[in-house]
């Protein structure tokens, strides 16, 4: 099967479940800001339960969709649905894990990460638990204490992404949650997260620069045209995730998807 697909086919991922429902349906968004036009009538789905990328040039419009799609901004024209009710603003079933980290300097790893179920006045006890348990989730135990100018820039990020699971949200939005990070903690973050994705049957939706780690993650990549941004191809790669993170990396499948979105995005670079 090729692995350039239309929007509509079935992802042919590995461990493949029933056929997803969807979760998050964007149908003809446009945005401009002054002097600037951002996306222009970008329609897509996001299957339940699975990862989807957005992928594209510089300024395309990733982030802008990731925002709307989050009820942080709004559209010009076009609706979102988020399992099937109208986005017109945040709300609990959607988390969000931004770029910066977006930390409480003041507060420790614990009150950080139990955060958004303290503005839900979730009980102290009830919400340090929820806590506790993916603060061990993201490889955090024995960390509870400590600040965020005592972390790393990888351990920061970590407990942004233990925030955005402690609230239970069914849709998780992440702006290039991995950039500031060095090589070999983003490929440890790739593994943990798609650990994740399985375990928590959540629906995933993620903002990259990076067409390997678009590749190695994704069940489906939706590859956004130069600004204003539009839905361009839609790529769902069929990766054997059984085996390790090494092998999948030199899968000739692997390479040859990441060798196809590079030659359809080269134009933009040169």
């Known amino acids: 099967m ?36 951002a996306l222009r009538e970008v329609s897509l789905d996001c299957p339940a339960g699975r990862l989807t990328t957005l992928l594209g040039p510089s300024g395309c419009g990733k982030t ?35 770029q ?16 958004g179920l303290e503005l839900r006045d979730v009980p102290k006890s009830e919400r340090e638990a929820v806590a506790a348990h993916y ?21 920061r990020q970590r407990v942004g992404l233990a925030r955005a699971l402690a609230v239970k949200a069914d849709v998780l939005l992440m702006d290039e949650p991995f950039s500031a990070v060095d090589e070999q903690t983003r490929r440890k973050f790739q593994e943990d997260l798609l650990r994740l994705v399985a375990q928590e049957r ?27 941004g539009r839905i361009w191809k839609v790529i769902e790669p069929d990766l054997p995730r059984t085996l390790s993170p090494d092998q999948i ?7 040859d998807t990441v060798e196809a979105i590079w030659q359809n995005l080269r134009q933009y670079v040169e």
């Open 2 to 37: 090729s692995t350039i697909a239309s929007l509509t086919a079935s992802p042919p991922i590995a461990d493949r479940r029933a056929e997803p429902s969807t979760a998050v349906a964007v149908r003809a968004v446009s945005k401009a800001y002054p002097g600037v036009e």
């Open 100 to 115: 910066d980290f977006a930390l409480l300097p003041w507060a420790n790893v614990v009150r950080n990460v139990a955060f």
């Open 202 to 228: 959540k629906t995933f939706l993620f903002v990259t620069h990076s067409i390997e780690e678009a590749v190695y993650l994704s069940d489906r990549i939706v590859l956004l045209s130069r600004r204003p």
């Open 135 to 155: 603060i061990a989730e993201v490889g955090l135990k024995g960390f509870e204490t400590k600040y965020p100018h005592e972390l790393s820039g990888g351990m």
């Open 64 to 98: 802008t969709l990731l925002k709307i799609i989050a009820g942080l901004i709004k559209a010009d024209a076009g609706t979102v649905e988020v399992l099937g009710r109208t986005v017109c603003g945040p709300g609990p079933e959607r988390a969000f894990v931004f």
């Open 249 to 255: 990396r030199r899968e000739p499948v692997y390479l």
